[in-house]
């Protein structure tokens, strides 16, 4: 559509209104972007660089460090993503129904977890997980496991962890964004397909997931971005270290370990930052070809 | 005009609430079973504030052995964090970082998105259509950079340095934006017949009227500053200036972490975005609404 | 109070014109109504004299000077808005009082005005609500009286009713009769409504595709349209459309023959028009005749009839052509499926076949 013309005066405003924004996004977003791309060509110790062309991306090939954190980072994606998208939509069409009692609470309740602080949650599941802790004792209570798991020291079991938490935590973050996408959908749409015998099934396949496709993909991306940059939880609940024998490093802490813990190499950690940057995009694009072609069938 | 005393997601006129109780055992059933998986995930959500609760009163030992009932420590657990903790200093950077980036982010934001829907452009459309393509840009690209600018601002370890990468958030900018669809271009047109020049518009009318849109964002933001972590983790070095949760991680990292100790920090941490959901709840769940239709 | 002015005026959004220059004068206190279907630019204008909109190229003149960069707030001017467009987060009186306060007006002048306001539209025991604590016509008082408060030169109605039930709609058209009586301002209203507009205007301005049609008091547009489309949209039901063409002329008449009901011929007066030229017949619903009443009777179909007690409207055809018929009531003609009317020639119009009035 053609905009409306705006006289000089009103395109000023327009720009004085996001002026401060974009000076800062300039600043402190743009500006480092492109100079890290700059940096991923870069070879050197410190702040001495020189030209390497594609060593950088030659040395990924060849560092099997970054490829474990490259699996660790995917499994986490591929395992966690869908789990956390598919509870967040079945919990908020289970409080989107108004007969349903205590739906205030329940939805409080689940939501509580994201507004926690980081550090709260981390440390809360390193004590509860403990081997000695209340979640084993609680399993073996109940004739679940014999013996102890131990959640921090088992490679697999702490991948377990990591996804059990970042779960608990965005659940409800995200289900408060399928909660207001159902509010908007006109109620007599249901009615309808109640009328015409759609079963609670179907219309929760054909009517629910088209409808909230938008906020799906949404929250699906966020979501995406979210996991590949993980960082906070598996820094904390490993002291930093992405153990046991590197079954929890992610991108982001090699990233953070080879600029601030080994020997800085800024080039290198700017080529493995590229890569996550590739990957959201990549992903990000799948996901909006996803949601196109269902949209046709 | 929306009834803004909406009460809850979900919230429809009671009048159908009785009519549709479901009759046939089969739905029964089904209706026990939302209930259970409900009552289970919202045990899961919430059993965790208890159990961080119950520790600040036990002893460490007690805690990783798996009690889960109240202690008598809660005083020397909260002893013990504050001599080894100068916590009104920590909880002062953390609340000073929080507050600013989050009134900073509020206004530059909300500015921003007002004027990319108000004022469209094709080359401010354009600049927008850019930066959601930066969205997607994860901060670990740009932290090297960041760093070496900020030491060379010779801005390391201060305030400004956590705060000012911060406060102009493209998701933010977004969700604004997609809220202000909702704000009528009738009230504008009225404003600037009542003589009220744009900023005017944007602080006497915009603002009140977009209030659960702020708040909403208002927790998102708070949050997010709260629990910034990768960032001043870098960039926030002496103990001083470090952040709560800064300090309290460290402090979990220990070689044996005394958890009852920690997690009375762990209390004290999640007070202020606990304090502020509730506080906001119910615009927080208006403003969603906004945001997403 | 003041008169208005518009010499050539345009408004272009990029490529699209959408006001195709528009030259207009409004008399002080006068009623002047711009009606026209929706997309025909009536509230574009209306927001260019308010200033809400850039004017591309013309002049706006308000009480003898040119406005077109001036500030809406110091036009003199106050718009009514069809969402009402009241502050959500103020009462009542802080709504009334906003422009005033924003003007620099003392606060006990500000007090005096909204109370007289408010008294001319009994609001005095709403004042402290807020708009969502109102109904929609009492929203719709309120926002009339923060226009009043400004006590401005011209108002500004933009579609104001369009948003009530029809019997609220007809209570405030009435309500604003009186306002305009009492307070003796030039006004502007915008409707794609033909009664009101009928109801209210002193002038009515007919719009079409950001042209003026024809400007003339209701009547005068309702007895003498200048073009097809006027003639088809003032009045209710909607003006008949026949296809004819013109057989025989002479001085002062034409005869025409009605295609889709062969053999039925008649004279109107007319001096304009040339034979063989096919032109349209228009004749209003309300006048068509008893059978042999007019100069020729035409023999319809009937789809449907419906009775209201006092009248009755019967939806006929013949040929393809439908036609709105309205009759005294009739019960005894319930469930005839023909009927037989008469055309008078001094009640009907032609029109060439450019939509033009052949006179």
Redesign the interface.
């Known amino acids: 559509m053609a905009y409306a013309r705006l006289d000089r005066r009103e395109q000023l405003t327009g720009w004085a209104f996001i002026a401060p924004a974009l000076v800062l996004l300039g600043l402190f977003m743009i500006y480092p972007i492109i100079w890290s791309l700059w940096m991923s060509f870069q070879v050197g110790k410190g702040m001495n660089l020189s030209f390497g062309g594609f060593a950088n991306i030659e040395r990924l090939t060849k560092d099997p460090v970054f490829l474990r954190a490259l699996g660790n980072t995917f499994i986490f994606f591929i395992i966690q993503v869908p789990i956390m998208i598919t509870l967040a939509l079945l919990f908020a069409v289970a409080l989107n129904d108004s007969t349903l009692r205590f739906r205030g609470l329940f939805r409080t309740a689940i939501f509580l977890p994201c507004v926690t602080s980081l550090i709260a949650y981390s440390t809360i599941f390193k004590s509860m997980f403990a081997t000695d802790g209340v979640v084993n004792q609680a399993l073996m209570a109940l004739h679940i496991i014999g013996s102890p798991i131990g959640w921090f020291t088992d490679p697999f079991w702490a991948k377990v962890i990591v996804i059990l938490a970042i779960t608990w935590r965005w659940t409800g973050y995200n289900m408060i964004f399928y909660l207001a996408a159902l509010q908007n959908v006109d109620r007599s749409i249901y009615e309808a397909a109640r009328i015409d015998g759609v079963p609670a099934w179907a219309r929760f396949t054909h009517i629910t997931i088209p409808m909230l496709k938008p906020v799906i993909l949404f929250t699906t991306v966020i979501s995406t971005i979210g996991t590949l940059q993980l960082f906070d939880e598996v820094y904390n609940f490993t002291a930093g270290s992405g153990g046991p024998s590197d079954s929890t490093l992610t991108l982001s802490l090699y990233i953070y370990n080879l600029t601030f813990k080994f020997m800085p190499s800024f080039g290198y950690s700017a080529t493995v930052s590229w890569v996550i940057v590739v990957l959201v995009g990549i992903l990000s694009f799948l996901q909006f070809l996803v949601a196109r072609d269902r949209r046709r069938t | 005009?929306t009834?803004?005393s909406l009460?809850?997601?979900?919230?429809?006129p009671a009048a159908?609430?009785r009519s549709?109780?479901p009759a046939n055992p089969f739905a029964i059933l089904?209706r026990a079973l939302?209930y259970v998986?409900?009552s289970i995930?919202?045990f899961?959500?919430?059993f965790?504030?208890f159990?961080?609760i119950v520790?600040a009163t036990n002893k460490s030992a007690d805690?990783?052995?798996?009690?889960?009932s109240f202690g008598s420590e809660l005083f020397n657990n909260a002893a013990t964090f504050f001599t080894q903790v100068d916590a009104l200093r920590v909880f002062w950077n953390s609340a000073f970082i929080a507050v600013v980036g989050t009134a900073l982010t509020l206004l530059?934001?909300s500015?921003?998105g007002?004027?990319?829907e108000?004022?469209?452009?094709?080359v401010?459309?354009r600049?927008f259509a850019l930066?959601l393509l930066?969205?997607?840009?994860?901060?670990?690209?740009?932290?090297?950079?960041?760093?070496?600018?900020f030491s060379q601002a010779k801005l390391v370890n201060t305030y400004t340095a956590v705060i000012?990468?911060t406060?102009?958030s493209?998701?933010i900018?977004f969700y604004f934006r997609q809220a202000t669809k909702a704000f009528?271009s009738?009230?504008r047109?009225?404003?600037?017949?009542?003589?009220?020049k744009?900023w005017?518009i944007?602080l006497f009318?915009y603002m009140?009227?977009m209030?659960s849109t702020y708040a909403a964002a208002t927790?998102i933001i708070f949050?997010a500053n709260?629990?910034n972590?990768?960032w001043p983790?870098?960039v926030l070095q002496t103990a001083e200036n470090k952040t709560?949760?800064l300090i309290?991680?460290a402090l979990?990292?220990a070689y044996t972490?005394d958890?009852g100790m920690?997690?009375f920090?762990?209390?004290l941490?999640?007070l202020p975005?606990?304090v502020?959901?509730f506080l906001l709840?119910r615009r927080f769940?208006e403003g969603?609404?906004g945001?997403?239709? | 109070m003041s008169s208005l002015k518009l010499s050539g005026v345009r408004k272009s959004y990029g490529h699209v014109e959408v006001i195709k220059g528009v030259d207009l004068e409004i008399k002080s206190k006068e009623f002047v109504v711009f009606v026209g279907p929706s997309g025909c630019g009536k509230s574009t204008l209306l927001r260019m004299i308010a200033g809400l909109e850039h004017i591309s190229a013309g002049d706006l003149e308000i009480g003898g000077t040119r406005m077109n960069d001036v500030d809406p707030s110091k036009r003199g001017i106050a718009m009514v808005f069809q969402s009402y467009a009241l502050y959500p987060h103020m009462t009542v009186r802080e709504n009334m009082g906003f422009a005033l306060r924003f003007a620099g007006v003392a606060k006990d002048q500000i007090a005096r005005q909204v109370q007289d306001a408010a008294r001319i539209l009994a609001l005095e025991p709403l004042l402290d609500r807020l708009p969502k604590e109102l109904s929609g016509g009492q929203r719709q008082r309120v926002a009339i009286g923060r226009a009043i408060v400004r006590n401005p030169e011209v108002f500004l109605f933009d579609e104001p009713l369009s948003n009530l039930d029809a019997e609220l709609r007809v209570h405030m058209r009435i309500e604003i009769a009186r306002l305009h009586k009492e307070l003796q301002t030039t006004v502007i209203y915008v409707t794609h409504d033909q009664v009101e507009a009928m109801t209210l205007a002193d002038t009515i301005v007919v719009l079409r595709d950001g042209v003026i049609e024809q400007v003339g008091r209701p009547l005068d547009l309702y007895d003498n349209p200048a073009n097809q489309f006027v003639a088809g949209f003032i009045g209710s039901p909607k003006m008949n459309f026949l296809a004819a063409s013109i057989v025989e002329k002479s001085a002062g008449s034409v005869t025409v023959a009605l295609r889709n009901h062969s053999g039925v011929q008649f004279t109107v007066p007319a001096s304009g028009g040339a034979v063989g030229e096919d032109v349209t017949l228009g004749v209003r619903a309300e006048h068509f005749g008893e059978p042999g009443a007019g100069a020729a009777d035409i023999r319809l179909n009937v789809d449907v009839a419906e009775h209201l007690g006092s009248t009755s409207y019967v939806y006929a055809n013949a040929g393809g052509e439908s036609l709105i018929i309205e009759r005294e009531e009739s019960r005894n003609e319930m469930g005839q499926e023909h009927i037989t009317v008469s055309i008078s020639p001094e009640r009907a119009f032609l029109f060439d076949s450019k939509g033009q009035r052949i006179r």
């Open positions: 005009m009834d803004t009460p809850a997601v979900g919230a429809r159908n609430v549709r109780v089904r939302v998986l409900l995930a919202a899961v959500s919430v965790p504030f159990w961080m520790g805690i990783i052995r798996g009690k889960n530059i934001s500015l921003a007002y004027g990319f108000m004022f469209r452009s094709k401010r459309e600049i930066l930066f969205l997607s840009i994860p901060f670990a690209a740009m932290m090297v950079p960041l760093f070496v600018m000012l990468p406060v102009a493209i998701f900018i009528p009738e009230l047109d009225a404003a600037k017949i009542d003589g009220l744009e005017q944007f009318v009140p009227v209030r927790i949050m709260w629990n972590y990768l983790l870098i709560i949760t309290v991680s979990t990292s972490p958890y920690i997690l920090g762990t209390v941490a999640t975005t606990l502020i959901f709840q769940v969603m609404l945001a997403v239709k």
